[in-house]
């Protein structure tokens, strides 16, 4: 290429950019033309972590070592510089003389820029002020960094950006990144607790015909090779269960669930759920697995089974308390559910406590409204809400002894559903009339109501044992554990709004 058109290569490159933006493609230009391109670098091999040889100073003391990572400081002095490298667990710090390094070695590295990632070889000391260090005998930059890290990128106003560039988020905030290896353990500790219990982790679609299994409005989305709609799944719960009638007898799933819904401290549309059905068993046997796992999960994580998120402490290791969802009502708004026997007893109780209903909503409708309006905000302690109404419950069976409600469970910390569970419905011909029902509540305006799923109703007449089931909202466990305020703090790459609209 003629040094005109490099020229205008290079002009093109750095137009709009800004002049220390530009210093940095000018250096990573001469570093090519030299014939030093840090890009066509393919491995560096052999890099020990930060921590092992700070936890270790005794075994590496005064040994060669390699590190690498990200350039996060550098302070030149004349002969002699410092700096410090980021790596996956934290930060050592290098010593880089002139005269252990050379002088056109040490002349290119006092042109490298924060951010830059380098590798290191050297001998590990310690400094006057006790700083275990490097001292650098060989120095290699790995890749040039061509964008200018924020000072105080958590201090920024704008926390979209945080969301929206996580990898500078993860390089500038350690509690960031530690938040994100707290998650990964929270999920592998799941999987440990329930691969031990005999459970087997098997995977189902998230392009659905029929999304059910929750009460959520779905994506909708096209097959150009098949010309039919799909809808992404809203619940793992009917492949599931199709599992159960097929013989696995214990079964999870951990994956992204997505509902067409609102955006806030608790909610993306897009979200991790867990899913796992057990044969033979019923929403206590789901009572105890649960108890068990958050336990088992808290103890591994975090070595304790007491939680503090936002200064409140909960306590997982007492037995958790179990209560009616009509109890529940009854104790914090006043009202008896067991005495109003009809709908017009049940408006009229909602009219005299100012809870809002519509046209649509049934006796237990109205129960599940009080219950949200003056319940929720007062669970903090592990609690179990249990035998809800039948009304909002369409899988799940009814209680023998009084039809109006079933066998289900919520589980509720600091105020907010953490999971939902049932003694699943196994009758084909009660749960081909509870489709129909939310048939007709979908008609009347009801848009998150399940539609019939014929091939999951041939799976039930196939033949489902008993068998108990629940959902548990994984970031919000995640949540909980690493004490993050917004499910944005624990989802890597949050559902964010195009900058551009």
Request: charged content about 30%; aromatic content about 10%.
């Amino acid at each position: 290429m003629s040094d005109q058109n490099k020229e205008s290569k290079k002009g093109q490159n750095t137009q709009g950019l800004s002049e220390l933006l530009k210093v940095r493609r000018d250096k990573l230009e001469d570093l090519q033309t030299s014939g030093k391109d840090p890009f066509v670098i393919t491995k560096y091999e052999g890099a020990i972590h930060s921590t092992v040889i700070k936890d270790n100073y005794a075994e590496y003391e005064d040994k060669e070592v390699i590190i690498a990572g990200r350039l996060m400081s550098k302070r030149v002095m004349g002969k002699a510089s410092f700096c410090h490298i980021a790596d996956k667990e934290g930060r050592i710090q290098s010593y880089v003389q002139r005269d252990v390094l050379g002088e056109d070695e040490y002349k290119a590295f006092k042109k490298f820029d924060i951010g830059d990632i380098v590798g290191i070889k050297g001998v590990v000391f310690t400094t006057q002020a006790g700083e275990v260090s490097v001292k650098a005998h060989e120095i290699t930059l790995l890749a040039k960094s061509l964008q200018i890290l924020p000072e105080k990128f958590h201090g920024l106003t704008d926390t979209d950006m945080r969301y929206r560039q996580r990898y500078v988020d993860l390089i500038m905030n350690p509690e960031v990144k530690d938040t994100f290896v707290k998650r990964s353990k929270i999920i592998s500790c799941i999987r440990q607790f329930l691969d031990s219990q005999g459970f087997i982790e098997v995977e189902t679609p998230m392009l659905v015909s029929n999304a059910g299994g929750a009460a959520a409005r779905p994506f909708v989305t096209h097959s150009n090779a098949l010309d039919e709609d799909f809808k992404l799944r809203i619940s793992l719960e009917l492949y599931l269960k199709r599992l159960i009638v097929g013989g696995l007898e214990r079964v999870y799933e951990i994956g992204r669930v997505f509902r067409n819904e609102g955006v806030d401290t608790r909610h993306n549309p897009e979200f991790t759920l867990m899913e796992l059905y057990q044969a033979y068993t019923d929403y206590y046997g789901m009572m105890d697995l649960t108890e068990r796992m958050y336990r088992h999960v808290a103890q591994e994580v975090l070595g304790t089974t007491t939680i503090v998120y936002n200064g409140v402490t909960m306590d997982l290791g007492k037995p958790f308390e179990r209560i009616t969802m009509v109890d529940a009502v009854k104790k914090y708004s006043g009202v008896d559910f067991n005495t109003i026997n009809t709908l017009e007893e049940a408006r009229k109780v909602a009219d005299e406590h100012h809870v809002e209903y519509e046209d649509r909503h049934k006796k237990g409708d109205i129960l599940n409204l009080f219950f949200e309006e003056y319940v929720e905000e007062h669970l903090i302690q592990p609690t179990f809400v249990m035998d809800h109404p039948i009304e909002i419950s369409p899988l799940t069976k009814k209680k023998p002894d009084n039809p109006d409600y079933v066998e289900r469970f919520e589980f509720f910390m600091n105020g907010w559903e953490m999971a939902n569970a049932y003694s699943e419905l196994n009758d084909p011909i009660d749960q081909r009339e509870r489709f129909k029902a939310q048939e007709e509540m979908f008609a009347a305006g009801d848009e998150e109501a399940n539609h019939t799923d014929e091939d999951f109703l041939n799976a039930l007449e196939i033949g489902m044992p008993p068998t108990g089931g629940i959902g548990y909202g994984i970031d919000r466990m995640c949540m909980l554990l690493t004490d993050s305020q917004a499910i944005r703090d624990v989802l890597l790459f949050p559902t964010m709004k195009s900058i551009d609209k």
